[in-house]
Every structure is written in C-alpha cells, then in structure tokens.
C-alpha cells in the first residue's frame, strides 16, 4: 500500500442518482474526518454527478483535467477513451482503450477553475467510492500522484490503530485481501524491483509470485486467528452466566467515553475515527448486585468494506453474545439516524439482531432543549445523555439493572453457618433484599437471575 506521510489530500466523489446532495456532503464530511485521522490536510475537493461511478478513470475528462491541476498530473491516460468498467479485471494492465465512448452530458462541463500556489498543490487523491484495481491505476496514471479509496483509507487507519495480536491479524487479512488484486507488475514488467524470501517456481512471473506468498501469508494469518478465536470462544463460554452489556455503535459516538465513565476503565477516548479496534470488557463499577461486564468495541461506518466486517466477526460475535446491547448514538451529528441504521444492519450481519437492546442518544449536552423535547417525542424508549454527567450516567446504570431486573424472580434462601462460602458468592452474584440470623444461620431474601438461582440451589443442596 501506498506510504503515507503528512501531506495535502484532494477529494474526489461522485453523485450518482441515487444519492442526494445531502448524502453526498455528509459523506464527504466523513470522508474529511476519515483523512484528517490519517493526518492529512485536505486542500480540495471535485465531485461530479454521474450515472455511475463505474468508469474508467471515474470523473469525465473536463473534471479530471480540473483534478489534474490539483496534483500537477497529465490529467489524460495516454491512447484511452473512456468506458465503463463494470467488471473490472482483477488485475492492473494497461488503460482501459477499447474505444466504447462516453457520451454523458456532465462529460462536457468545462474544468473547474483552480488556481495553486505550490503549497497547495495535492500529493494525494482520495476518492469517495471503492475503485476497482484498473479504475485505480487509471487515475493515478492521470493525476500523476498515489491514489487511494475509501477502503484503503478505512484499513490503512485500521492499520494504525489495531493494538492487540486479535486486531493486528484482522486487519493484515484486510488488507492482504484488499491488495492483492491490486498488485501489478513492477520493474519493467516480467521482473520483481525488489528481492524477498522465497523463490519464483517454473513459468513463474513476479506478479503471480507475490500473489502467491499473498496467499500463503493469508492462509498463516487465518490459522493463527482461529486459534485466537477458540480462545476468546472459551472465556466467552466461562462468562456465559454473566450478564453482559454490549456497547456498539457509529465510530466517535463516544462507546468508549462511556465505558469509561461505567466501570472506571482507562480505555482510550480521542476525536479520531476508529479510535478503538479492540474489545475491553470490565465490570460496572461501582460494583452492582448482581455483577455486570460491560464491553466496548470497534464502531461501524458507512460502506465499511465487507471484508473487514468479516474480519471483526470475533470481535463482534462479544456483541452478538452480549446479554444486552446498548447502541449508542452521537445525537448531535445531523446524520444520526443512518449511523445508527448503519450499525443494526452490520450487527445483523454477524448475526446478533435477538439480543435485546436499548438505544443510547449520547451528546445531549451538545442539543438544544427544542431539539432534546423533539427527540423525545421521536425516541420515547431511549437514554438521554451525556457521558460527563454523573446524573445521566446513574440514570442508565438504573436502565440496565431495571432491564435485569425484569428477568429475575424473588426469594428465600436459608444458609447454614456452615456454608459461608456459598454467602460470598450470593452477595456476589445476586441482589440481597433483607437478610436476618437466627440459631442455625441466615435467613436471606434474594432478587437474581433463575441461572444464578439454580446454581445456588445446587450448591446448597449437596
Ligand atoms: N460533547 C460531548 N462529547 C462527547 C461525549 N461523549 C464523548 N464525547 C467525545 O466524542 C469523541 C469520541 O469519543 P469516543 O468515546 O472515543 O468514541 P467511540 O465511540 O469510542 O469511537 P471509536 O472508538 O472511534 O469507535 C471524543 O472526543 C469524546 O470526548 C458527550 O457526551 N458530549
Ligand atoms: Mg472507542
């Protein structure tokens, strides 16, 4: 994948008929904050409307001499017209140039007009669609610098930001998956420019050497992150009479601000995207009767590329598994509402729509009292918060024990002195409603779940 370093971005996005304006500013908004986390400034933007965002160099000719300008490129392919390219060859061979024209009316706008001073000049194009292997050596060819989509830049912060070994393999099998068909040949065409392990076999070409050790390498990563997977599968199972609270959501809508500020956890909080890719899973703290874990974990976006929701599927079955989901929502960012439909449907993509769950709408503070009333009125079931309010946070705490607390059932349990050890594990596990001693030993009146209830009455039975 292209290096990157601190430098000046363009955007490109193209409206097809099926977005509106409004979808098209909001996912250029977050294609900026997706950009910016990689540390780039971003110093323009193109956007054409299209019939479809399938062409070969994606923008018509006028609009890709105006993007040209941005980056000092040719602003052509050389001996190309442009054509579809709806099933794009997997691998990147010479321009599209099979003369089929394109005709759109938007091919004959005139070039916006842009005028640089050199430091402002693009180093990078970063467009707002998935490009298929050929689109995108077609535009690099044209503009003359690197050029990544939406996917790449998704996996190159996931890249950035996985932290532990589960995260790390998820990711590298991403973006192993996500460069191989990209791969073209270098060095003059039938030689590799750099050398690496392992030989070429007979009839071998570099290309096909690579996509080779491409292969292996995934088939390593895979095997490595199913052993990983049984791991968490069994501390799944061990916590499996536990109640657990799920938190998931649009990435940024503050999951991990509220992890925090429920179980005093120092997982990390930042404005970036994807900030977190790793699950953390505490106990509420202070600690409630009956205990509850609570976990926190990656965020959803649009178009998040399929193979890395596949990736995070171990991640994500924590979600599926969870006793209670909470999506937590960012209510003061104007698209909310998608984000939050976003997030269910990539839940229910690793199957966890049975769950039960309650709707979090995070950033109250950030709302005017009108548009809190409106919400209200729209969301009757949901949690109003903000994730600095201690009243806010003892609100929610209250939820998710009324929540359990519907399922338990109430009662009596008579503990002898001698078996105190079961005491510990009752006041552990289970709410205690009154409790009196009389000569044998302790009377206790109990609110639990009836797993919990059943395990103790086994206990004191033997
Ligand atoms: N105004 C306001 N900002 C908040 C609130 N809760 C969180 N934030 C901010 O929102 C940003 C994102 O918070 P995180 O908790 O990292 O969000 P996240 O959902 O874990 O994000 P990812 O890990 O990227 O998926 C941070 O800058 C937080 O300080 C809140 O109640 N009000
Ligand atoms: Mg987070």
């Not at 690197?146 to 950035?160: A, N």
């Not at 109003?384 to 209250?398: A, H, P, Q």
């Amino acid at each position: 994948m292209t290096t990157l370093s601190q430098s000046r971005a363009v955007l490109v996005a193209i409206q097809t008929p099926r977005v509106t304006g409004e979808e098209l500013d909001s996912s250029l908004h977050e294609l900026t904050r997706l950009v910016k986390t990689l540390g780039y400034q971003v110093v323009g933007q193109v956007t054409q409307k299209r019939s479809s965002d399938k062409f070969s160099t994606v923008l018509g000719q006028g609009k890709l001499t105006e993007l040209a300008r941005w980056t000092g490129g040719p602003g052509t392919m050389e001996a190309s017209c442009e054509k579809p390219v709806h099933n794009a060859p997997l691998t990147q061979g010479a321009a599209e140039s099979d003369g089929v024209e394109d005709v759109e009316e938007e091919e004959r706008e005139e070039p916006g007009e842009v005028s640089l001073n050199p430091h402002q000049q693009a180093e990078i194009v970063i467009v707002d669609c998935d490009l298929s292997p050929s689109q995108l050596s077609n535009l690099e060819r044209a503009v003359g610098v690197p050029v990544l989509d939406r996917t790449g830049v998704i996996i190159e912060i996931f890249s950035r930001h996985a932290r532990t070994r589960a995260a790390r393999l998820q990711v590298e099998i991403a973006r192993l998956n996500y460069l191989a068909p990209r791969l073209r040949e270098t060095g003059g065409g039938r030689e590799r420019q750099s050398g690496g392990i392992g030989g070429k076999g007979a009839g071998e070409t570099s290309l096909e050497l690579d996509k080779r050790r491409i292969r292996d390498r995934l088939k390593e990563l895979r095997t490595e992150l199913a052993a990983i997977g049984d791991e968490h599968h069994t501390r799944r199972a061990r916590r499996e009479n536990e109640l657990t609270v799920a938190l998931v959501g649009y990435t940024n809508a503050g999951k991990s601000s509220l992890m925090r500020a429920m179980t005093g956890s120092e997982v990390l909080v930042a404005d970036k995207l994807f900030a977190t890719l790793d699950t953390t899973i505490r106990p509420l703290y202070p600690e409630t009767r009956p205990k509850v874990l609570m976990s926190d974990t990656v965020g959803f976006i649009k178009k998040l590329p399929h193979d890395l929701v596949a990736s995070f599927k171990s991640t994500l079955d924590e979600a599926a598994c969870a006793s209670l989901v909470l999506f937590v929502v960012d209510a003061s960012d104007p698209s909310f509402r998608s984000q939050f439909e976003v997030t269910r449907k990539v839940l229910a993509e690793v199957g966890a729509t049975d769950s039960p769950s309650l709707l979090v709408l995070n950033k109250q503070d950030r709302l005017g009292p009108e548009e809190i009333v409106s919400l209200q009125s729209e969301y009757p079931d949901a949690v109003f918060l903000c994730t600095r309010s201690k009243d806010d946070l003892t609100v929610l705490r209250e939820r998710i024990m009324a929540h359990f607390e519907r399922e338990m059932v109430d009662e009596e349990l008579h503990i002898p002195f001698t078996a105190q050890k079961i005491l510990a594990d009752i006041r552990a596990r289970m709410r205690v409603l009154s409790e009196h001693y009389d000569a044998e030993g302790l009377t206790i009146r109990v609110r639990s779940t009836p797993e919990h209830l059943t395990v103790i009455k086994k206990k004191l039975a033997r």
